[in-house]
DNA sequence: CGCCGAGTTGAACTGAATCAAGAAACGTGG
DNA sequence: CCACGTTTCTTGATTCAGTTCAACTCGGCG
């Protein structure tokens, strides 16, 4: 079982050997799910991030009223941490789930100590991702407090072409924030317009 | 000019003297500004992270429409970074102003390697700040996709009760994603269903 | 005293939600 | 490979939360 996206995310901006990451893999746990396999439950811990090596998965949660909604998806070379569970001890709020017939490398801990041990700039090259990861979530509260519905869904096709054609449209909507019935509409709309 | 908010930041979840983080402050620049006051205007470029030793801060953008969406209120002991700038090389997305007469230290890189060098723990602790920032970010992403705007200010004065004193309703509503005029509804809303 | 910005209130309007019903696409087993 | 049930998508009618625009109140401050 392969995992060349895994080795390459980890040695293409990082110096380190190939051989060495590679070790490093091979004492990961690594999972071979189905489509709608549910990694991780709302309420459950779980000290592992997970690193999509093949397919796509979604984070989400379901609110009070039965309303769900998904924090983000993941396709190859995206990371999926609940941090709630893995760095405060407290239960997950988002359940984790397979879009797709996935595999998926989980890190631990002593995955990232090793590697910090082994590699002078990780830590760097870690905080830089911390960073990234707030400036994207910055952006999407940006947009969902001042862009209407059809302004964010085509910042969405702009974002993720490739998520967009890989998921129903029901989890895009509740990804943006509306019903699944006002994108419908929305992309009638775009339509619409571009064909004048 | 004394900063015992700063020195107790740096010195209560960390081990280390309080005289080597004081010696550290003295290497940093200190600002004394006005209410009004723009720290960081949007377009503009700075490396230095801004914590709040005394006044409050907020970081904001006007959108193209010309509608202003503020990103954060930072109290005391908060730290405010234009991320895109300072990581990114990118000019910043967000204005910085002091919404009261402050008192800010200009962290930069240097002083976080110092203190990375200082103190072992430094950069763990420095992580889960990060993480923490992303949770709660990640907070506002679900209130704003599944609460309604009475729902988020009841959240936001539970939150942040002294911000909320401390700030006119204009920039509460702002930050909620809603207009002055629905803020105020919305209050009226709750005192007349408490007054029950 | 008079101005000015912040907050409130009202009336009309609008973007999106809801509810309900069909149409299309999809996968699974025979 | 087709038939059937299930999920996904579309469309329509109605409702509703929140916006917009405009007028008015109130408290502070020169």
Redesign the interface.
Known sequence: MECPNFIRFFTSNLDVQESDVSDLLNQCERLTIKKNYVLLNQGEFSKHTFFVEKGLLRQF?L?E?G?E?I?SFAPENWLVTD??SA??NQPS?YSIQALEDSLVVLIDQSFIDKLTQLVPGF?AY???L??????H??D???L????TAEERYLNFVQMYPDVLMRVPQTMVASYL?ITPESLSRVRKEIAHKKSE
């Open positions: 949660a609110n009223n309303k909604h924090l941090r709630d760095y405060f709020i830590t870690n905080n830089r911390l960073h990234n990861h707030i400036r979530l910055q999407r509260i940006g969902l407090l001042s862009a924030g």
